[in-house]
């Protein structure tokens, strides 16, 4: 059975500060990892896929690696801002002896102060 | 492009009574996902759907249910309520089918509240 885990549960940083969210999954037999951002009472927005076949993934100030092997992901934010504020979630793509479906970590609550 | 709306966007309903939600995906996205969201759990994946067909099923009791129609809409009943049901119900579509490599996109969700 997948399980994903995110380290830090929260994070608090002043804005201009780079920083890096971890993930970890149990089953390295994944087809993909997805990153999102969660706003408070809001669905899911779409950060980053990264394919199984793939090392990183490069969006604007967003960088996110993939090490399947050690069965880690990282997500790195480069000067952060106020309106990075959010909940980041990262899912993994797996089947686990059944079909497709996306397992997704407690997430990461990102706070950038002012 | 439009992207996945979910309707309604919250729900209060009593317990024991029974609550269909709607799902309309992104013009082409074939597979929709369907996952329950609560404070404890985190996201929990509930079933999916690909071509009306459900193909993967989460560990959730016969309450839950879903469809989907010719036109990728999908809809998820819950019937006999229960307080544990109140969370924020998330559908999400992606081109598909899984395990296609492609970009799964959510809905904002069904905020279901069950007294």
């Known amino acids: 059975k997948q399980e994903v885990t995110q380290i830090p549960a929260a994070l608090s940083v002043p804005e201009g500060e780079n920083l890096v969210l971890n993930c970890s999954f149990t089953?390295?037999?994944?087809?993909?990892l997805q990153w999102f951002r969660q706003d408070p009472g809001k669905g899911l927005t779409s950060l980053l896929l990264?394919?199984?076949?793939?090392r990183e993934q490069t969006s604007g100030r967003l960088n996110a690696s993939l090490d399947k092997s050690s069965g880690r992901s990282t997500l790195y934010i480069a000067a952060s801002q106020p309106g990075d504020s959010a909940t980041y979630l990262c899912?993994?793509?797996?089947?686990?002896?059944?079909?497709?479906?996306?397992?997704f970590g407690k997430g990461t609550l990102l706070t950038v102060n002012p | 492009k439009a992207g996945v709306t979910q309707t309604p966007r919250y729900l209060i309903k009593t317990r024991g009574q029974q609550v269909t939600l709607s799902c309309s995906p992104i013009?082409?996205?074939?597979?929709v996902s369907w996952y329950q969201q609560t404070p404890g759990q985190g996201l929990q994946f509930l079933f999916e759907?690909?071509?009306?067909?459900?193909?993967n099923k989460g560990n959730f009791p016969g309450r839950f249910s879903g469809r989907q129609f010719s036109n990728s809409r999908s809809e998820m009943n819950v019937s006999t309520l229960e307080l544990g049901d109140s969370a924020l119900y998330l559908c999400?579509?992606?081109?598909?089918?899984?395990?296609?490599?492609?970009?799964?996109?959510f809905g904002q969700g069904t905020r279901l509240t069950v007294v």
């Open positions: 013009s082409g996205h074939r597979s």
């Open positions: 759907y690909f071509s009306e067909t459900q193909r």
């Open positions: 089953d390295s037999a994944i087809y993909n």
């Open positions: 899912a993994v793509g797996s089947s686990g002896g059944s079909n497709y479906k996306l397992t």
């Open positions: 999400a579509c992606q081109q598909g089918p899984p395990p296609m490599n492609t970009e799964a996109f």
């Open positions: 990264i394919q199984s076949s793939q």
